[in-house]
């Protein structure tokens, strides 16, 4: 019989073992270290840098002027140097200022006009021209589409002037028919329809880039064993296309809700004359007009914290949703 070999293990087979270049062992549930993925990940985080250094510079160094909120603020005065009033500024909103009120209901109205008919606009889109057959026709509609988003929105406003003024295209047509012109631009109750309209025009090419990129990653054995079943274009759209799309739709609508309480400040306010605030008032011209024109620096300065602190909440809530139904969100917590 031969005699078995009976030794203490080896410790190096015990112990976890280091990784490569001589850094240290991994924790003992495999999980790296902090430091680990800082050097694993170095030369990505070295290109991120300046992009990192600008988003601080611009972005979060500017939270710093909240303190706005909470002083009686004089823009000639230092900012620690101003009269502290604590919440004070904060009394249109607790209090229920009626200009107020009506800035914080002309937005939820647009945020929840454009969400309904703005944010699929993009989606429909992509699954039309992804249907197309030829890549050269394909190419030439994108490229069509793309440019409005390249147009400022002054001149976006002009372009619709220019068609839907007083002496624009259809009124002309409609004088020439003898009818009466029709003030398009200048009415309050069609005013939320015709911002729709314009941001439908003006973003919705541009909008179908990451649909379009979703729809090219769906494997094409999946339509393949759908066609197989007898399932019919719109069953393949329902069963196949919608749900690859599902994760972007879910994480594009949590930042959309972020940014919900924001709604086209400039495209809002170079139309602002001709319908009045009552009809176009919204958080961000409510402290562009008391703030920076009617010199109550603090009120608006409550007025967007208030604001951005309702958009934070927001995308978490949100965020915390898409987790409950399986989603990715945002983001989530690392599991490895």
Do not use: C
């Not at 002309?172 to 200048?186: E, P, V």
Request: charge should be positive.
């Amino acid at each position: 019989m031969t005699k078995l070999d009976v030794r203490a293990p080896d410790r190096a087979h015990t112990e976890p073992r280091a990784d490569r270049r001589g850094s240290p062992p991994r924790r003992p549930d495999g999980r790296r270290t902090a430091w680990q993925r800082i050097r694993r990940d170095r030369v990505l985080l070295l290109m991120g840098l300046p992009g990192v250094a600008l988003l601080f510079a611009f972005h979060y160094l500017p939270l710093l002027g909240n303190a706005i909120a909470f002083q009686e603020y004089l823009p000639f005065v230092p900012l620690g140097r101003s009269p502290w009033v604590g919440w004070d500024n904060f009394s249109v909103v607790f209090d229920g200022d009626p200009e107020f009120l009506g800035a914080l209901r002309n937005t939820l109205v647009i945020t929840l006009v454009q969400v309904v008919f703005v944010f699929p606009a993009p989606i429909v889109l992509a699954l039309m021209l992804n249907s197309l057959l030829s890549d050269r026709i394909k190419q030439v509609v994108q490229s069509i589409l793309y440019l409005p988003h390249f147009l400022s929105w002054v001149i976006v406003v002009a372009v619709f002037q220019q068609i839907l003024g007083g002496s624009g295209l259809v009124n002309n047509a409609i004088r020439a028919a003898g009818g009466d012109a029709i003030d398009f631009l200048g009415n309050p109750d069609g005013f939320i329809a015709l911002l729709t309209s314009q941001v439908i025009w003006k973003d919705t090419g541009w909008a179908t880039i990451l649909f379009l990129a979703v729809l090219s990653q769906i494997d094409t054995s999946l339509y393949e064993a759908a066609k197989m079943d007898g399932a019919s274009r719109w069953r393949q759209l329902w069963h196949v296309t919608l749900p690859g799309m599902r994760g972007i739709i879910v994480l594009l609508l949590i930042l959309r809700l972020g940014d919900s309480l924001t709604v086209g400040f400039e495209q809002i306010l170079l139309q602002q004359a001709a319908v009045g605030r009552a009809a176009s008032e919204v958080l961000d011209t409510y402290v562009y007009n008391n703030g920076v024109l009617g010199g109550q620096w603090g009120v608006a300065a409550a007025v967007g914290l208030v604001k951005g602190v309702v958009g934070v909440l927001l995308v978490l809530g949100a965020n915390k949703l898409a987790h409950v139904f399986g989603e990715a969100g945002v983001y989530q917590k690392d599991q490895k």
